[in-house]
């Protein structure tokens, strides 16, 4: 894979990235002396996570009007941009669906969709301010979810525009839902229902799932972590992911995540493939013996 090298005592890898985060949960501007070189915000006030992400990448906005409606100050330092921050914006759901109902929910981060032709025009708008995926709610035990049309239109619409779909897929069925209505990532590896091996083997052919493994209670990172390693074991995809914001989570790698991983089968190769280094990375990390926990900027001494 690219974006590593092999030098004497460990590696050499581009920083790595969490492909899911809720900026406006934790202090963002932490993310400038992390281990992260990319970040994926999976739901969050979609014009103040643009300009997060606008900042971050040296930009700065045209005028005090723009600056105003990302809720963010126009001189922002330097040493933010170095992140990459992709998101989806706002959450798409039922009319009372999760989390529409949740107090850490920001203003503006749920958008409740009654039907297809509001599906289509979400995903649409979202599309138009930056978007990188979308974000589709399908968690039956807290509430409503979106109907099937509703799901679909979803769906095409962000293919239209060339954006995976991520599910939040929770409650019996959903995750197997969710793959049948053309969602290409789960925003969290099933952890509600021990799927079989039939629905690992059908998921491992048409969807990735983000770990988010570290989360849970213990029953729940249980079957998480028997749903993944089957799941790894039949050829599919997983992305290292934490959920940041939910809970205390470090702004930074998180050591339990990774050590949920491994006890899933995940490591070696599997794991820095898991953790998508940056490729030509200007700020590379040393990883002694090649282990992600122990990763440090790399110094002329390493390199």
């Not at 570290?214 to 249980?222: G, K, L, T, V, W």
Request: hydrophobic letters at 40%; glycine letters at 10%.
């Amino acid at each position: 894979m690219s974006g590593f090298r092999r030098v004497d005592g460990g590696m050499v890898t581009g920083r790595f990235t969490d492909h899911h985060v809720h900026l406006q949960l934790v202090d963002h501007a932490l993310l400038a002396g992390s281990r992260l070189g990319r970040v994926v915000d999976l739901g969050g006030n979609p014009a103040w996570v643009a300009g997060v992400a606008r900042h971050n990448s040296g930009e700065t906005p045209d005028s005090a009007r723009e600056s105003a409606g990302s809720g963010l100050d126009r001189h922002v330092s330097p040493e933010l941009w170095s992140v990459t921050v992709e998101y989806a914006g706002a959450f798409l759901t039922a009319p009372g669906g999760y989390p529409s109902d949740r107090s850490w929910a920001p203003a503006g981060s749920v958008r409740e969709i009654a039907d297809a032709g509001a599906a289509a025009s979400a995903v649409d708008e979202l599309a138009a301010i930056g978007a990188s995926c979308i974000k589709v709610v399908a968690h039956s035990e807290a509430g409503p979810v979106l109907d099937d049309d509703s799901f679909r239109a979803a769906v095409a619409a962000a293919k239209s525009h060339g954006l995976p779909v991520v599910a939040h897929a929770e409650g019996s069925g959903q995750a197997q839902r969710a793959a049948r209505l053309g969602a290409d990532r789960l925003a969290h590896a099933p952890f509600t229902e021990r799927l079989t091996d039939d629905e690992i083997a059908e998921q491992a052919a048409s969807v990735e799932w983000i770990s988010t493994l570290a989360i849970h209670d213990d029953a729940h990172r249980a079957i998480a972590i028997d749903n993944v390693r089957r799941f790894a074991d039949a050829g599919g995809t997983v992305l290292y992911g934490t959920d940041m914001g939910n809970g205390p989570t470090p702004v930074d790698l998180n050591p339990r995540e990774l050590d949920a991983l491994r006890e899933a089968g995940i490591d070696g190769i599997r794991l820095l493939h898991a953790l998508a280094p940056l490729a030509d990375d200007p700020h590379p990390l040393f990883l002694p013996d090649g282990d992600p926990a122990g990763a440090h900027p790399l110094t002329h001494l390493e390199a």
